[in-house]
């Protein structure tokens, strides 16, 4: 009688959590799957019906999707690489204790607590060919002659974004890798220094392979939040010039904004889907080959 009642005062505690996840996440993803085979648009208000694959043969058969799918993978690649290494860089450095690393820290990682449609917006008045901050400094330094149209040009665009979420990046790896590195004991460094190990070796025999879970996990995290939240690039061309910067979550907004055709919009939300379960078995099966146990 005393493990029931145990029982189902657990189970009433947790009946609002898991209605209020049900809520905001299955709900909509269960909808989401549904409204992928219907002809759900502005238009179609009163005559809704299943399409079975109309949607997604659109969407394949669309010129430009091959190329919103490689620019999407560049995105990913080079946005969490480049995030990576300088986040680690970044926590190294601040691993050790010296005067002003509290506020120097917090100086470092306060872009992390913007919004990133904000870091967009200011960036694209930042890089603007015209009345741009960047392209005044330049031209003042006799680096340019004239302003360089970094957002509206396609051979310059997709850097320029990359470039802007590098930075925005880079204290989320910092953080998480900063984390990390305050938990290896510091006997194992003490040891490593009377064996007389260098700086190289201590970083390769050491410091990697103890916070390499944490790097698995936080590549993993970032990868999907990156695929999945098209903010900076929202903020700083909407997927344009040309679609050089369409990602396939701008894609899916510019659908609902511009074409009002929410089913095919959420046809292209559960190929993201697809394509990040995907993504995560590749990655979970062959990151976790030899993995050091700690």
């Known amino acids: 009688m005393k493990n029931r009642k145990k029982f189902w005062f657990i189970f009433w505690m947790l009946v609002p959590v898991f209605s209020v996840i049900g809520f905001l996440s299955v709900y909509p993803t269960i909808k989401g799957f549904i409204l992928a085979f219907q002809n759900y648009t502005v238009f179609t208000f009163n005559r809704i019906k299943f399409i079975g694959w109309d949607n997604f043969v659109e969407i394949l058969s669309d010129p430009d999707f091959l190329m919103i799918l490689w620019n999407t993978v560049i995105w990913i690649i080079v946005s969490v690489f480049f995030q990576l290494l300088l986040g680690l860089g970044l926590a190294l450095l601040l691993r050790k204790p010296f005067k002003g690393r509290g506020l120097y820290s917090g100086l470092v990682f306060y872009p992390w607590a913007l919004s990133g449609f904000a870091i967009g917006l200011l960036w694209s008045w930042l890089l603007n060919g015209q009345f741009g901050i960047i392209n005044d400094i330049l031209i003042k330094l006799n680096v340019i002659q004239e302003g360089i149209q970094f957002l509206s040009n396609p051979d310059t665009a997709m850097l320029s974004v990359l470039i802007v979420n590098i930075w925005y990046g880079i204290p989320f790896f910092a ?30 025999k050491i410091t990697l392979p103890y916070i390499r879970p944490t790097i698995i996990s936080t590549v993993l995290v970032r990868s999907i939040w990156i695929m999945n939240f098209p903010d900076v690039i929202y903020g700083m061309t909407r997927g344009g010039p040309a679609k050089s910067t369409e990602i396939l979550s701008t894609y899916m907004i510019n659908i609902v904004y511009y074409e009002n055709n929410y089913s095919k919009a959420s046809a292209v939300g559960v190929i993201v889907i697809l394509l990040l379960l995907v993504y995560t078995i590749l990655y979970l099966r062959f990151s976790g080959q030899g993995e050091m146990e700690l």
């Not at 305050?182 to 003490?190: A, C, K, T």
């Open 175 to 204: 953080i998480m890798s900063l984390a990390a590195l305050q938990s290896i004991p510091d006997s194992v460094y003490e040891a490593a220094d009377i064996d007389g190990a260098s700086g190289w070796a201590k970083l390769v």
